[in-house]
């Protein structure tokens, strides 16, 4: 459980509250007090203040820090949106606004400030032509990129999406520039907020420009490259964009939980409450019912839970609570495996995917089930709003968000979201296995808005996949060739298949018939959605 008091204490506190205390403790901790520390009021209630994670200090553990080279950047903000830790911000300024402030920092230092800022064609150069006839319109403005050293870990996912731009790069932490680093996050400290006037509300990555946007502030213990953080941070600037920080989150038991309630670092500006893995939509039921009880229907509650929690055994609870009609929106973080309890596949998992209760040997070849699809499942409840994205498309992520928020309804939004170390995947490949993902037909993504229309065709849209019209999509290599893409070439880039593949990459029958489990649920929801499939046509007509 979190208390938002901490960061806000405007708001009522308790009459045990004590902000010097709290203080007391994350110091205590920070030095290497350990489990040494005194209990204290916020054990005994269990509460974890909240953005105490701000506070935490991962600069002596990661070994490489993601360096810029300002030139190349040009304010895509991929690397921002993507960091499961909040440890790069971008930020906007003023040439007067960064001059004024780097007055107050010593001569020798301003140089390699100065050199975080550059003139992007978005901020300053489109900016400037847009508003070249309105003499009242700033300048154009400087686009910065800032690595808070305290925060990152040094998985490298920043490095990965910002792709062949080449603007940010790993180097090795020494003694010489880590100071460098905390003297850039104290001139990004320092500067004013991005002004509103560079913050484009049409470009949903530019969410994360806003300081008041940011209601995961780093800190947890979660993984290196962690591909839940990264869309659970991005679901909370979506919601404060809409509703500021009106709202709370009910939390079923898992790694969220726990890389969030590590103590005493907690994440969250927001209150949010953590029931048992299998409730936390029953939870979420009764706090909906007593904020509606005493005239706070305004407020938005969000539940987060894994596909063991959602999928599995919390599956007849959030069925429940879709069927009740209640304005409750869910976030699905799956990973398909219980990576919280050491793991074991769940039932959201693939056909021959290995893990603990699903060993690979000579009779069985991992997991035989076939994968249990939450999305289509949860259509079928009465009025429910339900998308199955990922959040390194942040089109269709953030534009799925919205539409749970103004949905009058309950709402599902399934997202894949990578276990590095429970599938064999780098720390730094988070969101490219979630691409790869919807690209092999692995995770298609799609959006069910029953306020769309009347037929399902019109409720169900799949923009968003490549070749929306035919069996699987196709890619063009660098050397301007075409290349298919299937369910096996996805496989190949995971650990939890490898077994699947002899010294030449020939896959077995069972991976074969995965594959093909996969391209039957490409072909169901393109029937749903009314698409006529041109290679099933063109296979038809061959006979």
């Not at 010593?106 to 975080?116: F, K, S």
């Not at 808070?148 to 990965?160: A, F, I, L, R, S």
């Not at 680093?181 to 001139?187: S, V």
């Not at 919601?239 to 009910?250: D, F, L, R, S, W």
Request: glycine content about 8%.
């Amino acid at each position: 459980m979190s208390d938002a008091n901490y960061v806000k204490i405007t708001r009522p506190t308790p009459d045990w509250y004590d902000s010097k205390r709290a203080d007391e403790v994350i110091v205590a901790y920070n030095t290497g007090g350990g489990s040494a520390q005194p209990a204290d009021p916020f054990v005994a209630e269990s509460v974890i203040p909240a953005a105490t994670g701000s506070m935490r200090d991962f600069s002596y553990i990661a070994p490489d820090l993601p360096e810029l080279t300002a030139e190349n950047c040009v304010g895509c903000m991929d690397c921002v949106n993507n960091c499961p830790d909040t440890a790069i911000l971008g930020k906007v300024a003023t040439r007067g606004q960064l001059e004024q402030t780097l007055a107050d920092f010593p001569a020798e230092q301003r140089q390699l400030l100065t050199d975080q800022f550059v003139e992007t064609t978005k901020y300053f150069k489109a900016f400037e032509k847009k508003h070249e006839k309105d003499a009242t319109a700033p300048e154009g403005g400087l686009f910065g990129i800032f690595i808070d050293p305290t925060k990152c870990k040094g998985c490298g996912e920043c490095v990965e999406v910002c792709g062949d731009r080449n603007a940010l790069k790993m180097i090795k932490k020494t003694p010489d520039n880590l100071p460098d680093y905390f003297g850039m996050w104290k001139l990004h400290n320092r500067l004013p907020a991005s002004p509103e006037a560079y913050i484009n509300p049409k470009v949903a990555v530019d969410l994360m420009l806003k300081p008041s946007h940011s209601h995961y502030v780093g800190g947890a213990g979660s993984c290196m490259g962690c591909g839940e953080a990264s869309v659970i941070r991005q679901a909370l600037a979506a919601t404060a964009e809409k509703v500021g920080e009106n709202y709370g989150i009910v939390a079923a038991t898992g790694c969220n939980t726990v890389y969030g309630s590590t103590y005493p670092y907690n994440p969250f500006t927001v209150p949010w409450t953590n029931s048992l893995f299998e409730n936390a939509p029953t939870d979420a039921m009764g706090v909906r019912a007593f904020w509606d009880e005493t005239g706070h229907d305004d407020r938005v509650l969000w539940v987060l839970g894994g596909d063991g929690a959602m999928n599995d055994i919390g599956f007849q609870a959030l069925s429940r609570m879709l069927a009740s009609g209640m304005n409750i929106k869910v976030l699905v973080l799956d990973t398909q495996v219980y990576s919280n309890t050491g793991g074991q596949t769940s039932t959201a998992s693939f056909v021959g995917q290995e893990a603990k209760m699903s060993s690979h040997g000579k009779r069985d070849l991992g997991k035989l089930e076939r994968r249990k699809e939450l999305g289509q499942i949860c259509m079928m409840h009465p009025n429910t709003f339900v998308a199955q994205s990922v959040g390194p498309i942040t089109s269709h992520f953030f534009k799925s968000v919205n539409l749970a928020l103004e949905f009058d309804g309950p709402a599902v939004i399934n997202v894949f979201t990578t276990c590095q170390p429970e599938h064999g995947v780098a720390d730094d490949m988070a969101a490219a296995q979630a691409k790869l993902a919807v690209e092999s037909r692995a995770f298609p993504i799609y959006i069910y808005n029953p306020a769309a229309g009347r037929t399902m065709r019109e409720k169900l849209s799949l923009i968003g996949n490549p070749n929306i019209d035919r069996d699987w999509a196709s890619r063009k290599r660098k050397d301007g060739t075409t290349e298919t893409v299937t369910f096996i070439d996805w496989c190949k880039t995971e650990g939890r298949f490898r077994k699947h593949f002899d010294k030449s990459g020939k896959p077995t029958e069972l991976l074969l018939r995965s594959q093909q489990e996969r391209l039957e649920n490409w072909w169901q929801l393109q029937d749903l959605a009314g698409i006529r499939n041109k290679d099933q046509e063109a296979a038809a007509e061959k006979g």
